[in-house]
C-alpha cells in the first residue's frame, strides 16, 4: 500500500534559518506529491505540489523537487521567518494505484524564534 | 484554486447531544470527500469517505453509527456525531478531490474545533 514518511518534530530554527523537512514515500503507481501547511487552529493549506518525476514545486520560498530515484520530496526553504511556524504535512495521491484518497505523514512542526 | 467551507468552525455541546458539521465544496462539484480527525500535535487520521449518492465507507475502528456521514449533493457532506462524549472533543477536517486521470490536490475545509462538556 501506499505511506509517506516524515521526520519527527518539532524543528526549531532561528530566524533566516535553512530549512529542510525531508520525506520518503512508497506507492504502487506514479503518484503526486503535496506538501501542506497547517497553522495554529486552522485547516491544511496546500503549499506546494508535483505530479511527476523531477518536477519542482515552490512556493513562498518554499521548494520540493519530486524524486522518483530516491522515492523522496524533500521541503526546503532558504531562509525561514517566523511566521513559517505551523505544521508541514507531506502527502500523496495516487490513483493508478486505485484510489485518490490521499496519504499523509504524520506531520512536523516547525518552531522558528526571532 | 477551489474553496471548501466547513460549518461551523467552532462547537461546544453538551454531553448526549448531537452535532452536525457541513463540508461544502463552493465552485466545483465533489463526488467523493472524506472526512478526517486530528487529535492534538497528531496527523490526520481518515474517518470516512463520503460518496455522493451511497452510503460511506468507514474506516477500520470508527463507528458508523456513532458518527453518521450523508453525502446529499455533489457539493454538501454532512458529519453527524451523534451522543456526544467528551472522548470525542477533537478537530474534525473534511476535504474534497476532483478526481480524474491525473490525481489532483485535496482542498481542505476550515476545519471544526468540537468540545463536548
Known amino acids: 500500500g501506499n505511506s509517506v514518511t516524515q521526520m519527527e518534530g518539532p524543528v526549531t530554527l532561528s530566524e533566516e534559518a535553512f530549512l529542510t523537512i525531508n520525506c520518503t514515500y512508497t506507492?504502487?503507481?506514479?503518484?503526486?506529491l503535496f506538501w501542506y501547511v497547517q497553522y495554529p487552529g486552522e485547516g491544511l493549506q496546500l503549499l506546494l505540489k508535483?505530479?511527476?518525476?523531477?518536477d519542482k514545486g515552490s512556493n513562498k520560498g518554499f521548494e520540493a523537487t519530486y524524486r522518483k530515484e530516491t522515492t523522496s520530496f524533500h521541503l526546503e526553504k532558504g531562509s525561514v521567518q517566523v511566521s513559517d511556524s505551523a505544521v508541514y504535512f507531506c502527502?500523496?495521491?495516487?490513483?493508478?494505484?486505485?484510489?485518490?484518497?490521499?496519504?499523509f505523514g504524520r506531520g512536523t512542526s516547525l518552531i522558528v524564534h526571532p | 484554486g477551489a474553496v471548501v467551507s466547513q460549518h461551523p468552525s467552532r462547537v461546544i455541546c453538551k454531553s448526549g447531544t448531537s452535532v452536525k458539521i457541513e463540508c461544502r465544496s463552493l465552485?466545483?462539484?465533489?463526488?467523493?470527500m472524506f472526512w478526517y480527525r486530528q487529535f492534538p500535535k497528531q496527523s490526520l487520521m481518515l474517518m470516512a469517505t463520503?460518496?455522493?449518492?451511497?452510503?460511506?465507507?468507514?474506516e477500520q475502528g470508527v463507528e458508523k453509527d456513532k458518527f453518521l456521514i450523508n453525502h446529499a449533493s455533489l457539493t454538501l457532506s454532512t458529519l453527524t456525531v451523534t451522543s456526544a462524549h467528551p472522548e470525542d472533543s477533537s478537530f474534525y477536517i473534511c476535504?474534497?478531490?476532483?478526481?480524474?486521470?491525473?490525481?489532483?490536490?485535496?482542498?481542505f475545509g476550515q476545519g471544526t474545533r468540537l468540545t463536548v462538556v
Open positions: 476535504s474534497a478531490s476532483m478526481t480524474g486521470p491525473v490525481a489532483t490536490e485535496a482542498f
Open positions: 506507492a504502487t503507481g506514479y503518484p503526486s
Open positions: 508535483a505530479t511527476k518525476a523531477d
Open positions: 502527502a500523496l495521491s495516487d490513483p493508478a494505484g486505485g484510489s485518490y484518497i490521499p496519504t
Open positions: 465552485d466545483f462539484q465533489a463526488t467523493t
Open positions: 463520503s460518496n455522493e449518492g451511497s452510503k460511506a465507507t468507514y
